[in-house]
C-alpha cells in the first residue's frame, strides 16, 4: 500500500517529501488569493493546512510551539478561549470574538513548513505577483473610466475588497522593492534595480493617486525612516526624511485626491468636536473613548471574549446616533483584546509583537520584509483592528509564518544548513 502510484502521474501520496512540495505551492496560492478573494482564501488555506499536517513531524512543531516567535501566538489564542467563560455575551458573539484570534494558531506550523523547506520564494513572488496583477486592474479602472465594469462602484479604482486592504498590500509590496533594490544596486543590477525602484513607485503612487488609505499614509511615516536606518544607519534617518518629504510634498502637491483625503479627516475631527457629527474620524475618537472606559471597569482580566458588541454599541447608539454595524469594532487592536482580555491579553500581544519583531532582527532582504510585514500591521493596528481583520490578519500569520521560517533557516548553522538541503519533508532533529 506504501507504493500506490496516484493514476498515470505517478506520484506516491504516501511520499513525505511530495506532500511537502505540495504544501509549499497550496501556501503559495492562498497567500496569491488574500488581495483578491476571501472565499478563495479560505478554501486554499483548509487545503494547505490538510496536505501540511500530513507531512509535518509533531517533534519539528513541538520545537517551534515551546519558543517564543511561535507559542506566544498560541498563549494568545488560548487566553481568549478561557475568556469565553466569563463573558455575559451569547454564545455566538463569544465564538465570534473567538474567530478573531484562531487565524494565528497557524503561525508555528508555518514555522514549521518554511524553517525546512527550500520554497518560501514562491509564497513571495506569488503574492507579489497576484498585487501587481491588482496594480495593473486597479490603475486601469481609474485611467479608463469609461470601462462597463468599475469594481466596487462606490470606490473607483477598487476593484475587490476594500481601499484599506488595497493600500496596505500595496505599501507592503512598495518597500520589499525599495529594500531588494537596495541590494541590487549594491550589487551592481542597474536595469532589474530599475525595474524594481519603478514598479515601487507605481504602488506609490496608486496610493497617492487612486485610493488612499490614510492608516497607510501612518504606516508609510514609520517605514521611511526604518528604510533609511537600513541604508545607512541612524544617518540614514535624517536623510530618508529628508527624501521622504520631498517625495511626500510633490505628491501632495500634485494629487489633489491625496490633500482631500488628509483634510477631509481633519474636517471630520472638527465637526465632531464642534457639532457632535458622526464622521468617520469623530467616531473613531468616540470607539477609543468609550473603550479606555470600558477597560478601567474591568482591567486585569476584561469583559471576557465576545463582548465588544454588548458593551460599545449601546452607549455609542445613544450618544452619537452612529450605524449600529459601525459600532461593533473600537477600530484599534490593542482596545479590541484590552476589552475582552485585559491586562492579561494586552501583555500576551504585546509579547507575541516584540517576539516577532526579534525574529526579523537580522540582515537581509527576507528580514527586510519580515519587519516591514510586522510593522505595518502593529501601526495599522493602532488605527484599525487590524490583526482581527480578515485580509490583514491573514497577510500577518503568513508573514510571520512563511518569513519567519526562512530567517530561521538562514540562520541555522551551515552545517545543519547542509544537511537539510533539499529537505521538504520537515523532518525532526
Same mark, same amino acid.
Given at each position: 500500500?506504501r507504493n500506490f502510484q496516484?493514476?498515470? %502521474?505517478g506520484?506516491?501520496?504516501f511520499?513525505?517529501e511530495?506532500?511537502?512540495?505540495a504544501a509549499?505551492?497550496?501556501?503559495? *496560492?492562498?497567500?496569491?488569493?488574500?488581495?483578491?478573494?476571501t472565499?478563495?482564501?479560505?478554501i486554499?488555506v483548509?487545503?494547505?493546512f490538510?496536505?501540511?499536517v500530513s507531512?509535518?513531524?509533531i517533534?519539528s512543531?513541538?520545537r517551534e510551539?515551546v519558543s517564543l516567535?511561535g507559542?506566544l501566538?498560541i498563549?494568545?489564542?488560548?487566553i481568549a =478561549?478561557?475568556?469565553?467563560s466569563w463573558?455575559?455575551a451569547s454564545l455566538?458573539?463569544?465564538?465570534?470574538g473567538?474567530?478573531?484570534?484562531?487565524?494565528?494558531l497557524? &503561525?508555528?506550523?508555518l514555522l514549521?513548513?518554511?524553517r525546512?523547506s527550500e520554497?518560501?520564494?514562491?509564497?513571495i513572488?506569488w503574492f507579489?505577483g497576484?498585487?501587481?496583477?491588482?496594480l495593473?486592474v486597479?490603475?486601469?479602472l481609474?485611467?479608463f473610466p469609461?470601462?462597463?465594469?468599475? $469594481?466596487r462602484a462606490?470606490?473607483?479604482g477598487? @476593484?475587490?475588497?476594500?481601499?484599506?486592504?488595497?493600500s496596505?498590500?500595496?505599501a507592503?509590496c512598495?518597500f520589499?522593492?525599495l529594500?531588494h533594490?537596495t541590494d541590487?544596486?549594491?550589487g551592481?543590477?542597474?536595469?532589474l534595480?530599475?525595474?524594481l525602484?519603478?514598479?515601487?513607485?507605481?504602488f506609490?503612487?496608486?496610493?497617492?493617486?487612486?485610493?488612499t488609505?490614510?492608516?497607510?499614509?501612518?504606516t508609510i511615516a *514609520?517605514l *521611511? @525612516?526604518m528604510?533609511?536606518?537600513?541604508l545607512?544607519?541612524?544617518?540614514? &534617518?535624517?536623510?530618508?526624511? !529628508?527624501v521622504?518629504?520631498?517625495?511626500?510634498?510633490?505628491?501632495w502637491m500634485?494629487?489633489?485626491?491625496?490633500r482631500e483625503?488628509?483634510m477631509?479627516?481633519?474636517?471630520e475631527?472638527?465637526?465632531y468636536?464642534?457639532e457632535?457629527a458622526?464622521t468617520?474620524?469623530?467616531l473613531?475618537l468616540?470607539?477609543?473613548?468609550?473603550s479606555i472606559d470600558v477597560v478601567?471597569?474591568s482591567p486585569i482580566?476584561?469583559? $471576557?471574549t465576545g463582548?465588544?458588541?454588548m458593551?460599545?454599541?449601546?452607549g455609542?447608539?445613544?450618544d452619537?446616533?452612529?450605524?449600529?454595524f459601525?459600532t461593533?469594532?473600537?477600530?484599534n487592536?490593542?482596545?479590541?483584546v484590552?476589552?475582552?482580555?485585559g491586562l492579561?491579553?494586552t501583555s500576551?500581544?504585546l =509579547?507575541?509583537?516584540?517576539?516577532?519583531?526579534? %525574529?526579523f532582527r537580522?540582515? $537581509?532582504?527576507?528580514s527586510?520584509?519580515?519587519?516591514v510585514a510586522?510593522?505595518?500591521?502593529?501601526?495599522g493596528?493602532l488605527l484599525n483592528s487590524? %490583526?482581527s481583520?480578515?485580509?490583514?490578519?491573514?497577510i500577518?500569520v503568513?508573514?510571520?509564518? *512563511?518569513?519567519g $521560517?526562512?530567517a530561521?533557516?538562514q540562520a !541555522?548553522?551551515q552545517p545543519?544548513?547542509r544537511?537539510?538541503?533539499?529537505d521538504?519533508a520537515?523532518e525532526?532533529?
Amino acid at each position: 500500500m506504501r507504493n500506490f502510484q496516484a493514476g498515470r %502521474l505517478g506520484v506516491d501520496l504516501f511520499d513525505r517529501e511530495w506532500r511537502a512540495r505540495a504544501a509549499d505551492g497550496l501556501a503559495a *496560492v492562498a497567500v496569491a488569493s488574500l488581495p483578491w478573494s476571501t472565499t478563495a482564501t479560505g478554501i486554499f488555506v483548509t487545503a494547505w493546512f490538510v496536505v501540511l499536517v500530513s507531512a509535518i513531524e509533531i517533534a519539528s512543531l513541538r520545537r517551534e510551539i515551546v519558543s517564543l516567535a511561535g507559542g506566544l501566538p498560541i498563549v494568545l489564542v488560548a487566553i481568549a =478561549a478561557v475568556g469565553m467563560s466569563w463573558s455575559e455575551a451569547s454564545l455566538s458573539e463569544r465564538l465570534q470574538g473567538l474567530e478573531g484570534f484562531c487565524k494565528l494558531l497557524f &503561525i508555528p506550523f508555518l514555522l514549521v513548513q518554511f524553517r525546512r523547506s527550500e520554497r518560501g520564494w514562491w509564497v513571495i513572488l506569488w503574492f507579489l505577483g497576484a498585487s501587481i496583477l491588482l496594480l495593473l486592474v486597479s490603475s486601469g479602472l481609474a485611467w479608463f473610466p469609461g470601462l462597463p465594469w468599475r $469594481g466596487r462602484a462606490q470606490m473607483p479604482g477598487v @476593484p475587490v475588497k476594500d481601499y484599506i486592504s488595497q493600500s496596505g498590500v500595496f505599501a507592503l509590496c512598495a518597500f520589499a522593492l525599495l529594500g531588494h533594490a537596495t541590494d541590487v544596486w549594491r550589487g551592481h543590477g542597474r536595469l532589474l534595480d530599475f525595474a524594481l525602484v519603478f514598479i515601487a513607485a507605481a504602488f506609490i503612487a496608486n496610493i497617492a493617486f487612486v485610493e488612499t488609505g490614510r492608516t497607510t499614509l501612518v504606516t508609510i511615516a *514609520v517605514l *521611511v @525612516p526604518m528604510f533609511g536606518f537600513r541604508l545607512f544607519g541612524w544617518r540614514g &534617518i535624517v536623510a530618508a526624511g !529628508a527624501v521622504g518629504c520631498a517625495v511626500a510634498g510633490t505628491l501632495w502637491m500634485s494629487s489633489s485626491y491625496l490633500r482631500e483625503r488628509v483634510m477631509h479627516a481633519v474636517e471630520e475631527v472638527q465637526l465632531y468636536r464642534t457639532e457632535n457629527a458622526p464622521t468617520s474620524s469623530g467616531l473613531r475618537l468616540e470607539f477609543w473613548r468609550r473603550s479606555i472606559d470600558v477597560v478601567s471597569k474591568s482591567p486585569i482580566a476584561g469583559h $471576557g471574549t465576545g463582548s465588544i458588541p454588548m458593551l460599545l454599541m449601546p452607549g455609542v447608539e445613544r450618544d452619537t446616533n452612529a450605524d449600529p454595524f459601525a459600532t461593533v469594532n473600537p477600530h484599534n487592536q490593542i482596545f479590541v483584546v484590552a476589552i475582552q482580555l485585559g491586562l492579561i491579553g494586552t501583555s500576551a500581544l504585546l =509579547a507575541m509583537w516584540i517576539a516577532h519583531l526579534r %525574529l526579523f532582527r537580522g540582515d $537581509g532582504l527576507i528580514s527586510w520584509i519580515g519587519l516591514v510585514a510586522v510593522v505595518e500591521n502593529m501601526v495599522g493596528s493602532l488605527l484599525n483592528s487590524h %490583526l482581527s481583520d480578515f485580509t490583514q490578519g491573514w497577510i500577518y500569520v503568513f508573514a510571520v509564518g *512563511v518569513l519567519g $521560517g526562512m530567517a530561521l533557516r538562514q540562520a !541555522a548553522p551551515q552545517p545543519e544548513k547542509r544537511a537539510s538541503a533539499g529537505d521538504t519533508a520537515i523532518e525532526a532533529r
